[in-house]
């Protein structure tokens, strides 16, 4: 749409402020409410935007160790662009408009460490090669009846969940909860975030929802968007969702897997599948690859804080090693022959913890990568648990770091700027973590060593 467009919308639904943002490295939105007049100015001519949001962690702490921004730049202004197709209207808030900011730098290129940047980059590059992705993620996560007062109040202890029990595709709790599910479906639908599916999965108070599949960048949006937008509809209701990778050490973890596929021709079909054989193309099979041989050096875009690796353990749902299989939920990708539409292939490795845009475009890149080589497939397993042959990935933060810091690959698909910033940020985490006490550690050694 254009701005005269929207503008025109913007009377139809009597929009009286307008919400912009910007999903941070840990995909944060960071965002402000601006008026009317400065939507206008800023749609026309850009706005700034204070670079503090890729120089900061999730819980506002500078960085010590990045260069794209700190006191040695004194945390400048960076231009921004509003994205005229990102237009949302939010439900939950009438009267106000929503857009997404496509950071710059101060010359008027893509900012390479914006994470919806870096994915617009690798789309772009799939295109040129006259391939169209597309993408849908689901998500698994847990709901409580805390508030983010309570939360802290218990010291994110002794959380009451939204129902009791293990209790997977349950109708009933659905249906007991149904206040806060169809409102839920209701109001992301109407936020352009539509569900192809919504249920409980095994555990107290924890769902899943499916995505709708749509080109590689909206799809990330849509991730993206889904998260805040299920955490700020939740709040309405009391209730407080985790996306968090593995919040209970005694229960099942929390995905956020990938669904692929590439397009092409005219008319456009779906290049993954095939009539013959096995039903997956050699297109396929290429992008399989590409996954299984760069998982371990891009494992950091794809498990991004400490608690990523608390979920990949064996017998767990998750994915332990870099292995594929048809139709089997143990390895780190599932490939799905099927119909000319539905073929694909399923990332299995990420959770819900995700940067969307940051993985989709480290599935997209290793996939293409696989394609550009024709990389051949490794034999596919049924128990990915049991393999002892596949290569194993990082079992931690830190060495996915080191992994991802030192690997070629990385630098060339995605530049040194944006490697050695994702890298820093990543072992900021893992410092953090490092010199944490927890409640482990004093209930093993405070009284018996």
């Known amino acids: 749409m254009t701005l005269s467009d929207i503008l025109k919308r913007f009377e139809e639904h009597r929009i009286e402020r307008v919400k912009v943002g910007v999903f941070d490295i840990d995909c944060i939105l960071r965002g402000k409410y601006i008026s009317m007049e400065k939507f206008r100015s800023a749609a026309e001519g850009g706005l700034g ?21 700190g006191w040695h730049t004194g945390y400048p202004d960076a231009p921004a662009g509003v994205d005229l197709s990102s237009f949302r209207l939010i439900p939950w808030e009438p009267g106000t408009a929503f857009f997404l900011l496509d ?14 940047q870096l994915l617009q980059r690798v789309v772009r590059e799939c295109e040129g090669r006259g391939l169209t992705p597309y993408f849908a993620a689901e998500y698994e996560f847990w709901l409580f009846q805390e508030s983010a ?28 909860n ?66 968090m990778a593995k919040w209970n050490a005694d229960l099942p973890g929390s995905s956020g897997h990938l669904h692929q596929s590439l397009w092409g021709g005219n008319p456009a079909k779906n ?4 009539v013959n054989g096995d039903g997956m193309s050699d297109l396929m099979k290429h992008y399989i690859a590409g996954l299984v041989h760069n998982m371990s050096a891009l494992q950091l875009m794809f498990c991004p804080t400490v608690n990523s690796y608390k979920r990949t353990v064996p017998g767990t749902w998750a994915p332990v090693n870099a292995t594929w299989g048809v139709d089997t939920r143990t390895c780190s990708v599932r490939a799905i022959p099927g ?21 989709m475009a480290a599935a997209l890149a290793a996939g293409l990568d696989g394609v550009e080589r024709k990389l051949e497939l490794p034999p596919a397993v049924t128990n990915a648990y049991e393999s002892k042959d596949s290569p194993a990935l990082a079992r931690n ?17 995605f530049g040194d700027v944006f490697v050695d910033h994702f890298a820093a940020t990543r072992e900021w985490e893992a410092r953090q973590y490092e010199r944490a006490v927890t409640d482990w550690e004093l209930a093993r050694y405070l009284e018996s060593i």
């Open 49 to 69: 935007f204070c670079d503090v949001i890729f120089g900061w962690d999730s819980a506002d702490v500078l960085y010590d160790n990045v260069k794209i921004t």
């Open 271 to 274: 290049l993954f599948h095939s």
């Open 397 to 413: 933060l830190r060495e996915a770091t080191d992994r991802f810091r030192e690997s070629a690959l990385a630098r060339h698909l």
């Open 178 to 243: 149904a206040p806060l599910v169809l409102d839920l479906m209701a109001q992301l639908n109407a936020f352009d975030v539509p569900l192809e599916g919504f249920h409980t999965e095994t555990g107290p108070g924890v769902y899943e929802a499916a995505i709708n599949v749509d080109g590689a960048l909206a799809a990330a949006d849509k991730a993206a968007l889904f998260k805040t937008g299920v955490k700020e509809i939740c709040a309405r209701h009391n209730v407080t969702p985790t996306f």
């Open 103 to 116: 950071m710059q730098t101060p010359t008027g290129e893509p900012l390479s460490v914006a994470p919806r």
């Open 149 to 176: 007062e309570s939360l802290r109040d218990k010291g994110f202890r002794n959380l009451k969940p939204l129902s009791p029990g293990m209790f997977g595709y349950s109708v009933l709790r659905a249906s007991q």
């Open 339 to 359: 119909s000319a539409k539905g073929t694909r292939v399923e990332l299995r490795l990420t959770g819900a913890d995700i940067n969307p845009y940051l993985a």
